[in-house]
């Protein structure tokens, strides 16, 4: 998969921007119609959706078994889904689906409920999807992006800036740095990404997600869930005195 927003649609981390770096300096820095070109010479079949400032392509080549790639639109809603729920079928009781629903639609159902009603938090709302899986959605019509990966990273997500500006995620990291290069980075296991709140955890919603060098040899960014060290009492029974 591959998305590519604008700075008009979405802003990057500054961390995230500040990575950018020399994008001449091993890759070629390009910009999105680079990063759409390498993602068609890398899949052929691929099917690529521009709308503005945005563009999604996605391909069924190469993918798992376990780890399918959908896509639906609805509503000028666009969502690229990669993975599985495990909890489908009470998901499709929970938002009144067809038994014919996939997991994209509940994506898109799930978002839409959140955004005509917002009966709980975004966080709250993908925490309760259990699975592996990452995805990511445009809502055209608000021009709103919302994009998530499982608490176990067990579906690879990437994101990087190009040297324009536009925030780029995709699953598959050659096609990324490409057009993101040094600011190339993970994608935090267990957060989400939207437009209008940033990048957050779903998993740890108090908890700030901070920035960090992924170290020696490695460019781009590491992002991490900022967990306090729990204190420590003298015998096994502290913690239930509380």
Not at 65 to 83: N, Q, S, Y
Not at 148 to 166: H, I, R, Y
Not at 211 to 226: H, L, M, N, T
């Amino acid at each position: 998969m591959l998305a590519i927003f604008g700075k008009s649609v979405a802003q990057a981390p500054e961390q995230l921007s500040a990575a950018c770096g020399d994008h001449g300096e091993g890759g070629n820095g390009g910009g999105s119609p680079d990063l759409v070109s390498s993602f068609r010479e890398s899949y052929p079949e691929a099917v690529v959706f521009q709308a503005g400032e945005a563009a999604i392509a996605y391909s069924h080549e190469r993918q798992a078994l376990l780890k399918p790639r959908t896509f639906a639109v609805a509503d000028d809603i666009f969502c690229v889904f990669e993975g599985i729920l495990e909890n489908l079928t009470s998901l499709k009781q929970q938002y009144g689906l067809s038994k014919v629903a996939n997991e994209v639609l509940i994506v898109i159902e799930a978002y839409r409920n959140l955004r005509d009603r917002a009966p709980y938090p975004t966080d709250h709302m993908i925490r309760e999807w259990k699975g592996h899986f990452a995805f990511v959605l445009f809502d055209n019509t608000t021009q709103r992006v919302l994009v998530s990966a499982d608490c176990q990273g067990k579906v690879s997500l990437f994101w990087g800036v190009t040297s324009e500006g536009s925030l780029v995620f995709s699953d598959d990291f050659d096609v990324l740095k490409n057009g993101c290069f040094k600011s190339s980075s993970p994608f935090p296991p267990g957060c989400f990404f939207s437009s209008e709140q940033g990048l957050q955890s779903f998993d740890h919603p108090l908890n700030e997600v901070k920035a960090s060098p992924r170290g020696k040899g490695k460019d781009g960014v590491k992002f991490e869930v900022d967990r306090p060290e729990q204190p420590v009492g003298d015998g096994p029974g502290w913690a239930s005195a509380f």
